[in-house]
Nanobody, 124 residues
């Protein structure tokens, strides 16, 4: 059992930035692949970013287009999502997810533990 708690969401103007944080309760945080997903009302959950246990493998979908950066600090049991140049279409609830002992994955079915989400709203 891993508890994940996201923070850092809020309201921001288009073109602005936010940094999301996700703190994990796991004692072996460095053994987890971590991911970020998002879901807008009426839409399916979509992949945003993922990072391997030691940070040497990272994946983003095309729509990120260099605007987002995922990182992790294993000493703090924390994964981050730095979001720059935000667009209105980035508005969604953002979820942190964890996968134990596996490689980077881009589909939500590979992740076993989920946070409650943090709302990101981008006004245009």
């Amino acid at each position: 059992q891993v508890q994940l708690v996201e923070s850092g969401g809020g309201l921001v103007q288009a073109g602005g930035s936010l940094r999301l944080s996700c703190v994990a309760s796991a004692r072996t945080f460095s053994s987890y692949t971590m991911g970020w997903f998002r879901q807008a009302p009426g839409k399916e959950r979509e992949f945003v970013a993922a990072i391997s246990e030691n940070g040497d493998s990272i994946s983003y979908p095309v729509f990120v287009s260099g605007r987002f950066t995922i990182s992790r600090d294993n000493a703090k049991n924390t994964v981050y999502l730095q979001m720059n140049s935000l667009k209105a279409e980035d508005t969604a609830v953002y979820y942190c997810a964890a996968r134990s002992g596996g490689p980077v994955r881009t589909t939500d079915t590979f992740y076993h533990f989920w946070g409650q989400g943090t709302q990101v709203t981008v006004s245009s």
